[in-house]
C-alpha cells in the first residue's frame, strides 16, 4: 500500500517569508508525527498528533511553528518569518495506533532551506 | 533528558564481512528502541523495533539486542553487501517520542 508521503520535497524560501508543508500518513494510521532532521541538531520531536485528543506540541522550537491535523488524516506544519536557523529536513511519520509501542513509519521529508 | 550516542559515526568494510553498530542511551527507562536506516535523500525505514521486555530481534541478515540496564544496544548486520551502505539510525523511546542518534554511516565496498 501507499506510504507517508510529503509535498513538497524541496522548498526554498527567503527569510522571513511563511511556509507550509504537508504529510499525508498511511491510510487507517491514527497517530502522526512531525521531526526535524537539522545538521547540528540531529533528528527531533517536533510534534505528535493521536485521534481527537489534543496535540503534544512540546518540542515545537518556537511561536513561529504551528501545526494542524484536518479531519484525522493530513497535516500541515506552518513555520512564520521564516528564519535561516529553519533550514532542514522535516519528517512525517504516522503509526496505527500511537502510544510507546507502535512502529513509526517515515516519510520521505521535505527540505527547507531558508536564505 | 535522554541522550543517545552511536559508535563509529562512520563504518566502512568490504563486501561480505560482518557489520557491528553500536548505540548507547543514558536513561534506562525505555520501552522500545528502533532500529532505522536512512538512504540520502530519503525518510527512515524501519528495520527492528525492540520491547523493552526483548532481548533481541532478528529479521534476516539483521539482529539487533537490547541490554537495557546497561543502556545498549548493537545491530549486527551478517555477510554485507554493497546495497547496505546507508546510514543506520538507533532511536528509543518511553512515550511516543522518539529519541534519536546520530547515526552511523556504512559504506560497503564491492
Known amino acids: 500500500g501507499a506510504g507517508v508521503s510529503q509535498s513538497p520535497s524541496n522548498k526554498v524560501t527567503e527569510k522571513g517569508k511563511d511556509v507550509e508543508l504537508r504529510c499525508d500518513p498511511i491510510?487507517?494510521?491514527?497517530?502522526l508525527y512531525w521531526y526535524r532532521q537539522s545538521l547540528g541538531q540531529g533528528l527531533e520531536f517536533l510534534i505528535y498528533?493521536?485521534?481527537?485528543?489534543?496535540?503534544?506540541k512540546s518540542g515545537l522550537p518556537s511561536d513561529r511553528f504551528s501545526a494542524e491535523r484536518t479531519g484525522g488524516s493530513v497535516s500541515t506544519l506552518t513555520i512564520q518569518r521564516t528564519q535561516q536557523e529553519d533550514s532542514a529536513v522535516y519528517l512525517c511519520?504516522?503509526?496505527?495506533?500511537?502510544?510507546?509501542?507502535?512502529?513509526?513509519?517515515f516519510g520521505p521529508g521535505t527540505r527547507l532551506t531558508v536564505l | 533528558k535522554q541522550e543517545v550516542t552511536q559508535i563509529p559515526a562512520a563504518l566502512s568494510v568490504p563486501e561480505g564481512e560482518n557489520l557491528v553498530l553500536n548505540c548507547s542511551f543514558t536513561?534506562?527507562?525505555?520501552?522500545?528502541l528502533q532500529w532505522f536506516r536512512q538512504d540520502p535523500g530519503k525518510g527512515l525505514t524501519s528495520l527492528l523495533l525492540?520491547?523493552?521486555?526483548?532481548r533481541e530481534q532478528t529479521s534476516g541478515r539483521l539482529n539487533a539486542s537490547l541490554d537495557k540496564s546497561s543502556g545498549r544496544s548493537t545491530l549486527y548486520i551478517a555477510a554485507s553487501q554493497p546495497g547496505d551502505s546507508a546510514t543506520y539510525l538507533c532511536?528509543?523511546?518511553?512515550?511516543?517520542?522518539?529519541?534519536f542518534g546520530a547515526g552511523t554511516t556504512v559504506t560497503v565496498r564491492a
Open positions: 511519520a504516522s503509526s496505527l495506533l500511537g502510544g510507546q509501542v507502535d512502529t513509526q513509519y
Open positions: 491510510s487507517g494510521h491514527t497517530a
Open positions: 498528533f493521536q485521534g481527537n485528543s489534543a496535540p503534544d
Open positions: 536513561d534506562s527507562a525505555i520501552y522500545n
Open positions: 525492540i520491547q523493552s521486555s526483548q
Open positions: 532511536a528509543v523511546s518511553r512515550d511516543y517520542k522518539l529519541s
